[in-house]
T-cell receptor, first 114, second 115 residues
């Protein structure tokens, strides 16, 4: 157990729907990063939050949004889902705003859009 | 932008064989470098890291040396086991986006070790 908790582990939904993925970072970690893992694109950085504030956006679609709450858990919202959004979504956490020592990853949420 | 290139897989070896997975990077300066491992159905786990040139990261028999001259961070293990079967990712710390840092990953190399 890495200490980073992601729920749900699996999610199957229909095109056009909206889902919310949840991440609880490791105790004491202030940064949360979201990544999308697909077979063709590999691991793509989506967004980074530090202590409740958005720090950086990567290849995140406008249909996707995220936030980090005062208790430091984070949610990734995916709307108007398309078949191509099917992927593994990982969150990772680190103690501060730096990636100098790397991150700790959760076990991911597998999203299947049908 | 900053990027990581690692050897295409899959790689199939017999138990006790020597392993090398090549990784090269493109970046401004000398970023921290990492190897992560992903076992089937799991998230990525940090395997080893090096934070400056000439550093050697090591863990569980795996090693990688930060070579600034060749911008490389190749992963090696002298004798692989069946339990090493996994996908290995090389990554670098990207600080090019002001005010934020993130890890940029290679596409991963799948290793299968046969008994």
């Amino acid at each position: 157990d890495s200490g980073v908790t992601q729920t749900p582990k699996h999610l199957i939904t229909a095109t056009g729907q909206r889902v919310t993925l949840r991440c609880s970072p490791r105790s004491g970690d202030l940064s949360v990063y979201w990544y999308q893992q697909s077979l063709d694109q590999g691991l793509q950085f989506l967004i980074h939050y530090y202590n409740g504030e958005e720090r950086a956006k990567g290849n995140i679609l406008e249909r996707f949004s995220a936030q980090q709450f005062p208790d430091l858990h984070s949610e990734l919202n995916l709307s108007s889902l398309e078949l191509g959004d099917s992927a593994l979504y990982f969150c990772a956490s680190s103690p501060v705003g730096t990636a100098f020592y790397g991150y700790t990853f959760g076990s991911g949420t597998r999203l299947t859009v049908v | 932008g900053n990027s990581v290139t690692q050897m295409e897989g899959p790689v199939t070896l017999s138990e006790e064989a020597f392993l090398t997975i090549n990784c090269t990077y493109t970046a401004t300066g000398y970023p921290s470098l990492f190897w992560y491992v992903q076992y089937p159905g799991e998230g990525l786990q940090l395997l080893l890291k090096a934070t400056k040139a000439d550093d050697k990261g090591s863990n569980k028999g795996f090693e990688a040396t930060y070579r600034k001259e060749t911008t490389s961070f190749h992963l090696e293990k002298g004798s692989v086991q069946v339990s090493d079967s996994a996908v290995y990712f090389c990554a670098l710390r990207d600080t090019s986006q002001g005010g934020s840092e993130k890890l940029v990953f290679g596409k991963g190399t799948k290793l299968t070790v046969n008994p």
